[in-house]
């Protein structure tokens, strides 16, 4: 069965080309590093939560302490390549680099605290974003009961719900949650934002389950400012999510979530997976509520929120050669038709800007329709080289994304190899991109 989600260490999440970042893969600055380690000082003596995601059962409601080899990893990434400038019709030189750490430890009871933090520095920005920004992913403490069935943790998660690859419906903590857009992989972009404060509580029953989670507001406003902890992204406005999930049988599971924000109607969403036959898994993922559309939100108007119905479909398969194919179709009833974009667009970058700020940081579609092709590829060849690619197109402007990489694997160090391309005229979502061609060769150390 594959395993569909990369979670855990450091070398779980690759980076890779941009979208609205340049592509690229590390992060290192000062100020996020200082609380970063001051954070697992104080956290020190702890033993690890694991969530394994099998591509079967979803994310469940209660997730399993597990040990660690070593509570603390750390990872260092450093790179650079050239980018080619729509704007100033030229290649440019980049550079990027992050330092990543994640840190895990059980302290008895049942208690255990963790601390998620990546710093990444890339330049050039486009659009006049700091190049330095740290990213708080997550810090909490937790509680599990002896039986394993009753958990509850309190502070900034990182909560994921749904199996889609490029854009998940039913995720409704996604909003605001990326701070920093270095990779065209939604894999990594998923497994790398920002968590929200919560308190939440799960419980099991077999195989069933149940999850309440609590976000307060926190602020009222993102701060860009390199250091920020940035609640006002994530924690902007009150919410209570319920999820309900379920393993039918060895072969299909799903959940069911309801979501209620202060001052805006309720949502939710049901998403399933299917294990098809031995190599082929399919999942479905729909939600629905009152929400403004893109254009309007974009444009000011006044227009009131409307219903809103948002799906993804997709399969993957897993070839004994190890390489393993998915193909996604996704639908977004608030997303923008082909005009619209030429209309938005035909205004200039700031207009590209402004959707990329609206769309990009909860990982949104921007468009009504979309498609995905996800492949990758372990011992490419040699056993130690391993294949990532994707094709995002919108379905509605015709414009697409390609991005690949090919990482070769020592004990402790990975060297990549990332290339990403788009086309599309420029008054589509891909073709409107400020970097339209990509290169670049990154370095990873892991300790």
């Not at 009961?145 to 854009?167: I, S």
């Not at 094709?391 to 390609?402: K, P």
Request: hydrophobic share 45%; aromatic share 8%; net charge positive.
């Amino acid at each position: 069965m594959p395993n569909r989600r990369r979670r855990g260490g450091a070398r779980a999440a690759p980076s890779g080309g941009a979208r609205l970042a340049p592509s690229g893969g590390a992060r290192p600055a000062p100020c996020g590093v200082a609380l970063a380690a001051a954070l697992a000082v104080a956290l020190a003596g702890t033993s690890a939560r694991a969530a394994d995601d099998d591509a079967l059962a979803l994310t469940s409601s209660v997730e399993q302490a597990a040990p660690a080899a070593s509570p603390l990893r750390l990872a260092l990434e450093a790179g650079g390549g050239t980018l080619w400038d729509r704007w100033q019709d030229k290649n440019v030189a980049a550079r990027r680099a992050a330092i990543d750490l994640r840190y895990a430890q059980a302290i008895g009871g049942g208690w255990r605290v963790a601390l998620s933090d990546r710093l990444d520095h890339v330049h050039p920005m486009p659009g006049g974003q700091p190049d330095t920004l740290n990213s708080l992913r997550e810090a909490y403490a937790g509680w599990q009961a002896e039986d394993a069935a009753t958990v509850l943790d309190l502070g900034r998660v990182n909560y994921r719900n749904g199996p889609a690859f490029g854009f998940n419906p039913t995720d409704f903590l996604r909003a605001g949650a990326l701070r920093t857009i270095t990779t065209a992989d939604p894999v990594a972009l998923r497994e790398n934002r920002m968590g929200t404060a919560m308190l939440r509580l799960g419980r099991r029953w077999g195989d069933t389950g149940l999850s309440a989670v609590l976000a307060p507001k926190v602020d009222n406003a993102p701060d860009r400012s390199g250091s920020s902890a940035d609640f006002g992204a994530t924690n902007d406005r009150a919410r209570l999510l319920l999820v309900a999930d379920a393993r039918v049988s060895d072969r299909l599971s799903g959940q069911l979530l309801a979501l209620a924000t202060r001052h805006q109607g309720p949502q939710w969403g049901l998403n399933l997976t299917a294990l098809a036959s031995d190599a082929m898994v399919v999942y479905a993922e729909y939600a629905q509520g009152n929400e403004r559309s893109l254009l309007d939100a974009l444009g000011g108007g006044g227009a009131p929120a409307a219903r809103q119905r948002k799906a993804a479909l997709g399969l993957t398969y897993t070839l004994p050669s190890k390489l393993s194919i998915t193909l996604e179709a996704d639908y977004n009833s608030r997303g923008l038709r082909s005009g619209e974009f030429a209309s938005w667009l035909a205004q200039g970058p700031a207009a590209y800007f402004a959707y990329a700020a609206l769309t990009q940081p909860s990982q949104e579609l921007g468009s009504r329709r979309a498609w995905l092709a996800y492949v990758t590829q372990k011992e490419l060849g040699l056993k130690q080289l391993d294949l990532t690619a994707l094709v995002r197109q919108n379905a509605e402007d015709r414009s697409t994304l390609g991005w690949l990489e090919l990482r070769y694997h020592w004990p402790r160090v990975d060297v990549a190899l990332q290339l990403q391309a788009a086309s599309g005229s420029a008054r589509t979502e891909f073709g409107a991109m400020p970097y339209r061609r990509v290169a670049q060769v990154l370095a990873y150390a892991y300790f």
